[in-house]
């Protein structure tokens, strides 16, 4: 157990936009609110997952919804222990943590807010190791957990319990109750027992978000590029370093979807490299030839400071580097790929790992 | 108390396609179904709303969804009975008694398959007086009680527990969802205790269905045609007897929308009315001139028999005779109007009673 600080805070909003470039198209709204929330209900404890009582209630909590909306409709903190409170009901016992059910974008603080405001500790692991679009892609789901309930609620003072059928089913109801509800919504689902959670979440991950985030705000001591430092750390790959050249992004059936065009300028000059995006990122090619894909994780950084741009923040004539690098390994079994790799997507590419694209014969 | 026998439930799909005529695109369907559920279970007690006790708790069971699916989508028992079992559970009482929410087409008989299945009485009332295409259209509505839980179920295992801020948006919601489980869905709402059921559902309905059913069925003494004894029965209009010439129907955000035209024969060469539906007939019109609207009831007969077609059966060329007849007096209230008159439904006029606009100063 640890105390999140206000430092943390900042951090995690940081690093959680590397790993998540979609998923709340702001995570300085996500980071505002969080330090805001400590500020008025005092800290909030952070539990690694060893310290879980396996009968335990941990309840993940979320936004769902378009980022582009997402910048838009600030939540109360009223909104957002709504589904909390009737997941509560629902299951007839107390959530005895909160966790984020991704990490990246606003979903890694909102949590935070909630867990403030609930006097409740929260969790350090997800249910992604990154962020993705859809409710489904979690690894309760690849372990065969039920969404049922699947709770959401929304400002106007709707909430909505689904008991779908499978995880596909709960995504395709919530998504659509969630586009009724003014396109995005607060969204409890996977609440599960400390038993599960620690076997089937990803541990570890705010305090990666953190790691991130503290390696972007403070210069090393050797003077060494923080984006140099940044792919150390996450054993990734740099794609390209150019200029945004084209960005197309329609919102539709709930989600931002569109491509941005990367013209590579200094050593890449002469290269194109095209990030196909879904809330996420999700593909990288350069002419025919794939660069990286989901489940591996790309993501798009300020040349010089190495901060990340979200999907929402990419604008022309930006000067980036697009990275690479592995997801967890969860996410490169068999139904891992079949939930969230390239084809699920609609992309019409055999996944590949990011380091034998980028290496040839893997390393 | 009596029970429903095999010929009642003839009689009520026949009445009830009078009183609504898009709700449930085939009443026969239902029929088929409830005399099919009758012979498996055994017969059904039909309770008056004087019989209710004041703390029972009486379910409106009801599909929802677009006709034009409901034909071809036939609910399971299973499915029937997902949506009373699940706000059973919500609510934490069984039900003393099921209710039909309306009375037309399918909506009438659904109750019935439910009441056989679960051993469980029909209360003989419903909460329109008619069929309505949006389920905040009720008197429970105008009479201040809440949408919640309003729940869903479909034929894949899916249920959906809603607590809306207010009936339209158990309504919004719902039919969302319904759109989402493939166009057509299986709902229990207003579920409430007797006591609010006695002052507030319209009684009898059931019977009336059953009594419009026996007269359409057999021959008067005297010879009377049908539809001048069903005239005298509902204190009904005949706006028009022609011929079907165009039928536009499509189906948009879980309705079947379309207007339809009847080109008079007989005393009424020369005269062109057409009808105006959202699932049911909502106004009539001739050139510029209103002949009846809702809440008013509007319907299409066979022209021999009196039968009623319903907004799924019209075809080209068919012969029949329009009618139209006054709502029972809830519907003619401000919040009555308000909710389900011509303008809530986008038709440019103010709400007329019927017999004013057919008997000129009214009667």
Known sequence: MRWLTEESIEHIAL??????????????????????????????????????ADDALIVPLSMMGSPTIGVEKIPSIEELVAPLEKIEETLGQKAAALMPIEVGGVNSLVPVLAAAAKGLPLVDADAMGRAFPESQMVTFYLDGHSADPTVLADEKGNTVVITPKDGHWGEKLARAITVQMGGSSTVCDYALPGSVVKKSAIPGTLTKSEEIGRLLLHKSGDGTHPIKRLLAVLNGYELLTGKLTDIQRTLTGGFTRGICEVEGIHDDAGRMVTLHFQNEQLLATEG??????????????????????????????????????????????????ETAGPRYFGYPVEYEPVEKLQEGGGK
Chains 1, 2 share one sequence.
């Open 15 to 52: 690093g959680a936009a590397v790993l998540g470039t979609g998923g709340g198209g702001d995570p300085y709204l996500g980071k505002l609110m969080a330090l805001e929330a400590i500020k008025t209900y005092g800290p909030i404890k952070l539990l690694s997952i060893e310290e879980l």
């Open 288 to 337: 025919e030839k794939p660069l990286a894909m989901t489940p591996d994780l790309i993501a798009i950084l300020d040349v010089e400071t190495g901060q990340p741009i979200t999907t929402e923040g990419l604008r022309y004539g930006m000067r980036v580097t697009v990275i690479a690098f592995p997801c967890d390994p969860k996410w490169r079994t068999k139904k891992g790929i």
